[in-house]
Every structure is written in C-alpha cells, then in structure tokens.
C-alpha cells in the first residue's frame, strides 16, 4: 500500500477541482471498510498460504495423495543434475526450469530446496505451525468481513445497484473490453461492465470458493459437513481448487492495481478510503473527449 | 517516449506505468520477507494474539461437529496404496528395540493418572477387547491424505475398564520413539486429546492396519486413531495413556510436542 502511495505522487498533481467535474459520493463506508479488511487479510492469507503449501509442494486430484500411484498434476520441486541443484515446476506433467523462483531459491550460494521462495512467505523460514496461526487467525476476519459486506451490501442496495450486471451492461461489454485495453477509463459513478463482472466474481465465486475448500480440508468440519468432499471430488482436488483459487486472485489483484494506476490512482484511491470520487465531465463533453482519443 | 492519454486527466508515460506496478508488487512482496520473522516466536505479544483465533477456531469446530458426529468412512476400493509413515518412523531407542526384538511380548500399555483402577494391558489382552474396524482418511498437516483400514480397541472401552475420576480432562498419550534432542535430554513423543474426543466411537487404539498387524512405521505396536483431526494429534509407539487435568507442567505446556513447536493442540483443520 505504501507504494501505491509513493506511485500516485510519481504520477504528478491530482485532478484539478473543477465544478464540470464534480466530485460523488461513490462507495460506502461499508464498501470502504470492508476493502481494507479484505485486503489485510488476502494479502497474509497469501503469504501463510504459500508457507503452508511448502509444507507438501504437490497438489493432487481425488480422495487422497498417490504414493502408490499417481495423481499428482502440480509440483514444485528441486533435483540434482549435472549442473548443480535445480528447481522445477511440473504442471500436467509438463516441466519448467524455474531455478532462482520455484524449488530452489535463496541468497547466492545459500540456496535451498523449499517450493515458494522466503521472499514470498511468512514468516520467511520454514515455519508451518507459525503461518497455519497467521493464515487461520485472517480466515475468520476475512470471512467475518464477508458476511458483514454482504449484509449491509443487501441493505444499502449496493448489490442491487452497482454489482448487478443489467442488460445494457451485456450489450456494452464488447465496447467495455477495447475500452479496457486502450486503458481509456469513463470516471462515472457506476461500474462498468467488466468491472462488475470482476468484482461479482471475486465477492459471489472466489472468495465463497476459498471458504468452502478451506472447510472441505478439515478433519473436524468433514463430520458436521461430509457431502463438501463428495461435491467437490475429494480433500485433495479440494486443496488443488483451494491453490487455484488463490492463482486467481492473485490475477485479480494485479490487474486491479494496473487498472487503478492507468485509471488515475489520486482519485480511485480517494474513493476508496474517503468515498469521494471525481466524475467526469457531463455525458456531451465525454462524447467529444472519446471522439478526440 | 510514447505517451498514453488517460482520459485528459493526466499524461503519465507507458514506461512510468510500468515502473509504478512494479514497485508496487514488489514492494508488497518485500514486505513478505522478513518483516513480521520477529515477532512470530512461541510466547511473543503477536503470537499470543494471533493464536487467539485458535480458541475460537476449537470452539466453534466443537459446537459444530459435537461429541458423536463422525468422520467420513470410506469403501476397501479407496485402499489403494500402503499407508505413508511419517515423522519416526524406526525408533533407534534401545527399549524400543528390545521390545520389538521380542515381538512386544514384554510391552504393556500402562493406564495411569486420574483413574480408580491403573491397568497394564498386555498385546494379547487388547487384541482380545472387542474391537472396530474403519476405513478412514488420515490428513497429514502438511497437506496430503492417505486412506487405509485401521482395526483397534475402542478408548472408551479401556477409559471404562480403569474408570476415569471425574477431575480428569485430558488423556495424554506416551510413546516410547525418541522424536528430539535438547540441552535438557531426549524428549520423547507425546500428545494429549480431550475426554469428547477420547470417548469418539471412532478414537481407537490401532493394533491393525489394512488387515495385517500395524507395522513398526506406522507406529507398532499400539498408536491412537482420531479421525476428527490431523495426523500430529495421533502418537505412535504408545507405551502409556495417563489421564490429567492439565498439562501446563509437561514439556513446553503446550500439550503436545508438536504443539510445544508451534502447532495448534485441536488439531481439527
């Protein structure tokens, strides 16, 4: 956050006040609070969460893990060869050098065999016990703050009215796309479509989807819920789903901070903290600015 | 350099685009490194903090899953491999050694502690106990399972036999496997559940594994089954079962050895 910061000041002086570009009231202090708490706790369950994975650098498909056969589509791991230790990624059965990254990393010449590099987890040693304390301590305040925003997003109409894709937004999404891809941004106070379709998505299908393959990997929730495993194909293909969960919100969250720095950070971050965004001009001025582009 | 108009507000060059995310990731994934190492030892403020959320975690899995809710059973197809070993798995203790040298003729399980009547059951007198057999799912902390068919003597059964007084709220387990060595001498394995999950119909003491009798790696000749936790809170080797009413004066105080190095002592996800 502190670069996002130290960026929006690279990026020159804000926008300037203007009365033809009024500054709305846009998110919530709900919105707002619940932000920043999913982005605490996302960002150390990530961290603990890759820990964690180091624990067992393999991720399977089915009831349990194949020792004695093979069901294993992911691995991270390091081996011996000719040229010194290396570090491979296996993913379908397809190998990838990714010495330096994946499987063999560290300060030159003090490299060691772990799955995600220390750079990438907490606590930066091999601490399995320390990142399961962190990782399930953020789980209850991310699903706690999950709850809450859905409660007060149902009540304040959010849902209803800046989440809930509507026909015009289908029609639009074409336009929407190349928009996004000319990172040419319309400031107003609704979504737009791919950004509806973003953020639905992470609130409605990820974030349930991590909660419920964490679940599905307890010992002690599999007696209250033992259909969990049933419906999603065993613990393990619970787990695979569980870390490809995580692969796309950590691709949400890039493209969200590429989105906020090409859309202008100054004012997307102010309406996330303060609620208050600038807008662009009215709809005619607009016309004339896309046409101009 | 190029320049990308965004939307007259402001001019900011591709390359300062780029410049700007990179810092941004990276800055964040620096932050990962090292920052928090610290303040995350057994015992610290923020440890201690943090672990509330266990408390929290233990209680709600309790009021949850219950006393008698089981965990899922599975079918002889799912048996498909010899189950994994882990942790010791050949204990180098010469009374191990000579016990099994004798194929544990001499071995006793001693039931002591807060009990009325301490016992000192024999091999033979446990496998002659009335006995179940389940085919579960056992998840190693680290991240992996492993399905096999374990044959014991119900806990219950032998919690009955050396009835339990009523001060008593853990069985802490014994074992005879070496798993540490500190300043202060060898530290044994050893581990403590509370009585709702002793007396689980499913917590067994396993003398039997996929039909055959359990092998010294998996923890021969007696380990405990709970099958509503991880692989950690199931000692092998087990020599003697004590019931206490706490365990604040063993080892680390945590209630287990692995819990004395940091793992959570309900073990439950």
């Known amino acids: 956050m502190e670069s996002v910061a130290r960026s929006q000041s690279d990026t020159g002086p804000g926008v300037p006040a203007s009365t033809e570009r009024p500054l709305i009231y846009r998110q919530s202090r709900w919105t707002r609070l619940t932000h920043w708490l999913w982005a ?42 000719s040229a010194g230790p290396r570090g491979y ?99 107003t106070r609704e979504y737009n479509t791919l950004q509806k379709l973003a953020y639905g998505g992470v609130l409605f299908v990820l974030l349930p989807l991590m909660i419920i393959t964490g679940l ?78 | 350099m190029a320049k990308l108009e965004i939307n007259s507000n402001f001019q900011i060059s591709r390359r300062k685009f780029l410049t700007g995310a990179s810092v941004g990731a990276s800055g964040i994934m620096l932050s990962g490194c090292d920052a928090f190492d610290s303040h995350l030892s057994i015992g610290s403020g923020l440890r201690s903090f943090l672990e509330n959320a266990n408390g929290l975690t233990y209680r709600a899995q309790r009021f949850l899953a219950g006393r ?7 079918s002889e197809a799912d048996i498909r491999q010899p189950q994994r070993p882990n942790g010791v798995t050949s204990p180098d ?31 033979e007198q446990l496998t002659n106990m009335p006995s179940r057999t389940q085919i579960t799912r056992h998840d190693c902390v680290e991240g992996w399972s492993c399905i096999a068919k374990w044959t014991g003597t119900p806990l219950s ?58 092998p010294v790696e998996n923890g021969a000749p007696l380990r405990v089954r709970v099958e509503r936790q991880l692989g950690y809170k199931m000692p092998k080797y087990l020599s003697k079962i004590e019931l206490v009413d706490g365990f604040a004066d063993v080892g680390g105080g945590r209630g287990g050895y692995w819990e004395d190095n940091g793992y959570d002592w309900y073990g439950g996800i």
């Open chain 1, 40 to 81: 605490i706790s996302l960002f150390f369950m990530l961290l603990s969460g890759l820990q964690i994975f180091n624990a067992r650098p393999q991720l399977y498909i089915g009831k349990q893990s194949g020792f004695g056969y093979d069901n294993t589509i992911f691995e991270i791991g390091a081996e011996n060869t």
């Open chain 1, 89 to 187: 990624t296996a993913i379908f059965g397809h190998r990838f050098d990714t010495t330096g990254v994946l499987g063999w990393s560290g300060p030159p010449g003090n490299e060691t065999a772990r799955g995600f590099p220390s750079w990438a987890t907490i606590p930066s040693y091999y601490d399995l016990g320390t990142a399961r304390v962190i990782h399930f301590f953020f789980a209850w305040i991310l699903t706690t703050t999950l709850i809450v925003w859905l409660i007060a997003s149902l009540i304040n109409g959010h849902i209803r009215r800046d989440l809930a894709p509507r026909i015009d937004d289908i029609k639009r999404l074409p336009q929407d796309v190349a928009n996004h891809i000319r990172l040419k941004f319309h400031h």
């Open chain 1, 216 to 293: 599905a990997m307890s010992p002690s929730m599999n007696s209250v819920l033992p259909f969990l495993n049933d419906l999603l194909g065993g613990r393990q293909t619970a787990r695979t789903i569980h870390f490809t969960v995580m692969v796309l919100l950590v691709g949400f969250f890039i493209i969200h901070i590429l989105m906020i720095l090409a859309a202008g950070p100054i004012n997307e971050l102010r309406s996330i903290i303060t609620g208050w965004y600038r807008t662009d001009p009215p709809a005619h001025d607009d016309k004339t600015a896309e046409r101009s582009a």
């Open chain 2, 68 to 74: 008698d809710r089981l965990a899922p059973e599975f």
């Open chain 2, 93 to 123: 203790d010469d009374d191990y050694k000579a016990l099994l040298a004798n194929n544990f003729a001499d071995w006793r399980l001693e039931v002591s502690g807060l009990v009325e009547k301490p016992l000192s059951l024999s091999h």
């Open chain 2, 157 to 214: 059964l032998i919690l009955d036999q050396a009835v339990v007084k009523p001060q008593a709220r853990y069985v802490m387990f014994h074992c005879l496997d070496t798993i540490d060595r500190s300043l202060s001498g060898d530290i044994k394995y050893y581990g403590t559940i509370d009585l709702i999950d002793a007396r689980h119909p499913q917590t067994i003491l396993a003398y039997g594994l996929n039909g055959k009798p359990l």
